[in-house]
């Protein structure tokens, strides 16, 4: 049976070549998509770093979930941009490998950082009293790390099982990067080790952290009914809207993908899934903490240097007309 199977050396990267009159459109669509990302992301890491204020758990937690997304969007987009422009749509077959490992290790790793960053609104809604104690530094240290090194050997090992496989002699991804569902289209022979490690890891990194993101919610809800004015609970949710707008958001549009890697979704059905959460969320997610935020959106109007210039021509206008008022 081996002889019927081949190793490939590099992968076609169909990408949207399919919309060959759209591909200039696309680029620059998606070029200042990016960039977005890299500013929005890059930003809220700046702001969560060099205002005081905001040295807390909460932003700690944000600055590291803007650093993942940065990583898993910078090891799609610069090879989509080129192969938008370039005939030659090729990556290596290592190439292939390293961008699906890194992109899976990351993806997973924010699922663990979105159930860090649940604990974190349970410990300050319902343990106010003791926050700083649950939450110390030395807590969120570990709970980051642990994000990282609960995906990374898993990830590796299931971009290994994937990539010693035999590839059919068809190289070509009908996608937009090396998608996990996608590459494992083109492995030949019986893929039901992929997927059954592919289920195993769906549920570890996955459906565990959702599962403690929503035990979570259930107590800051019944903590959040026994508040005995509106205003208490409107604030309390007020600091979970952004962080549980973003949960919804991507386990919404990535979980689809990754529990049934042989699903019966079209091809061009997986690459619009795709698109939601590796261009619209880490997209989203600088503008839902901002917007949301009040600390972010103040920290972001120090930084401005016209901000910063209105508000002082608003304080000596106030002091002027104070002064106007005084004089008999």
């Known amino acids: 049976m081996r002889r019927n199977h081949s190793m490939v050396n590099n992968f076609l990267l169909l990408g949207f070549s399919d919309l060959p009159g759209l591909e200039g459109l696309f680029f620059s669509v998606f ?21 005081q204020t905001l040295h807390t758990p909460m932003f700690f937690f944000l600055r590291n979930l803007s650093f993942l997304e940065i990583c898993y969007t910078s090891v799609i987009f610069p090879k989509m941009l080129e192969n938008l422009l370039s005939e030659d749509k090729t990556i290596s077959f290592l190439g292939c490998a390293f961008q699906m490992g890194i992109f899976l290790i990351t993806g997973a790793a924010e699922c663990c950082l979105l ?25 969120c240290s570990e709970l980051v790390a642990s994000s990282w090194l609960a995906a990374i050997p898993m990830q590796v090992g ?33 893929t039901s080790i992929n997927e059954y490690l592919s289920l195993l890891e769906a549920v570890f990194l996955g459906v565990i952290p959702f599962a403690l993101i929503s035990i979570s919610y259930v107590c800051i809800a019944s903590t959040i009914l026994k508040m005995p004015t509106v205003e208490g609970r409107r604030k309390a949710l007020s600091t979970c809207s ?44 600088p503008l839902i903490y901002s917007l949301r935020n009040k600390e972010v959106r103040v920290a972001l109007g120090k930084l401005m240097p016209h901000s910063q210039e209105a508000n002082a021509h ?10 106007r008022m005084a004089v008999p």
């Open 31 to 51: 070029l200042t998509i990016y960039l977005l990302i890299l500013t929005g992301n890059t930003l809220i890491i700046i702001v969560t770093l060099v205002d």
């Open 115 to 139: 159930a860090a960053m649940a604990y974190d609104r349970y410990a300050a809604i319902c343990h106010p009293l003791r926050y700083t104690i649950i939450m110390s530094d030395r807590v």
């Open 158 to 190: 299931q971009t290994v099982v994937v990539f010693t496989s035999y590839f059919c002699d068809v190289n070509k991804i009908n996608h937009f990067f090396c998608d996990f569902p996608a590459v494992v289209k083109l492995v030949c022979g019986n």
């Open 242 to 285: 952004s962080h549980l707008t973003v949960v919804m958001f991507f386990y919404v549009t990535g979980t689809p993908l990754y529990l049934k890697p042989k699903s019966s979704h079209s091809l061009g059905t997986e690459k619009f899934l795709s698109l939601f959460y590796t261009v619209l969320s880490p997209l989203l997610n």
């Open 314 to 323: 608003r304080k000596y206008g106030k002091n002027k007309r104070s002064c």
